[in-house]
C-alpha cells in the first residue's frame, strides 16, 4: 500500500507544474467562452469533458462564425488525431497487466503536457503514476476555465494575452530534463522544432490543418529517429518486450 501510494504522489507532485500552467492557459480560454455568451457552468462543463486547448479554441472560433455542429466536432476530431499516436504509445508502456478499465481512463487525459511526463518516465508506466498527474492537472484545466469565465470580463487584454504562454513555458519544462540527459532526445526535439518552422513557411502546406501537420511531423520523425537511433531491446530472449 505504501509503494501504491507513493508513485501516486510522485505523479501528483509533478503533475502540479503542469497544473499552474493549465490554470493560466484556460483562464484565457474562460474569457473567450464568457464572449460568447456561454455560462460559467457551461465553459467549465466543456473543459471538463475536453482536455485539449486547441481544440477548445477552435471549437469558440466556429461557434462565433455560426458553424453547424457536425462541422466543430470534425475540425475538433482533426486538430487532436494526434493523441491516438500518443495513446499508442502510452499503451506500449504501460504494464502488460494493466486492467482496460485503467487503459480506458488513462486515454482520457492524453495532452501533450501529461504524455511528455508519462513517456519519460523511467520504466513501465504505472497507472497509479498517470493518475496522480491527473488528479493534480485536470481540476485546475476546468478550474480556470471557471474563473476565466467569471472574471475573464475585467482582465486587461495585455494581462491575458501574457496568461497564453505559460502553456509554452510549461511544455518546455516537460522536454527539457530527458533533452538534457539523453542527446538522441535533443536533437529530435530541435530537429521537431525545426521541421515544424519549415511546414509553417511552405505556402502549399497552408491548407494544412495545425492537428494534421503534427501528425505528419511525428510519424515521419519518430520514424527516422526509430531507424537512425535505434533503441536496445534489454528483455531477455523469449519475453515479451511489449504489450498493445
Known sequence: MGRKRNIFFNGLRDGLP?????????????????????SPFEASLMSALNNTSAGEFSAFTLMAAGTT???????????????????????QKLDKNTLFFHRFLLSFAVTDEIFGLSVTREGKLEALYSYGIMAAALPAWTIGTYLGAVMGSVMPANVSAALNMAVYAMFIAVIMPP???????????????????????????EAISGGVKVIILTVAISLAAAVIFPVENKEKKGAVSCEA
Not at 521537431?192 to 519549415?198: D, H, I, N
Open 18 to 38: 503542469v497544473a499552474m500552467g493549465y490554470l493560466a492557459v484556460a483562464f484565457t480560454l474562460g474569457s473567450s467562452a464568457a464572449a460568447l455568451g456561454l
Open 69 to 91: 455542429a457536425a462541422e466543430i466536432a470534425l475540425t475538433t476530431l482533426i486538430l487532436n488525431m494526434r493523441y491516438f499516436l500518443m495513446s499508442c504509445v502510452l499503451s
Open 179 to 205: 533533452a538534457k540527459k539523453d542527446k538522441t532526445v535533443a536533437l529530435v526535439v530541435a530537429v521537431s522544432m525545426a521541421a515544424s518552422l519549415v511546414f509553417s513557411l511552405i505556402p502549399a502546406l
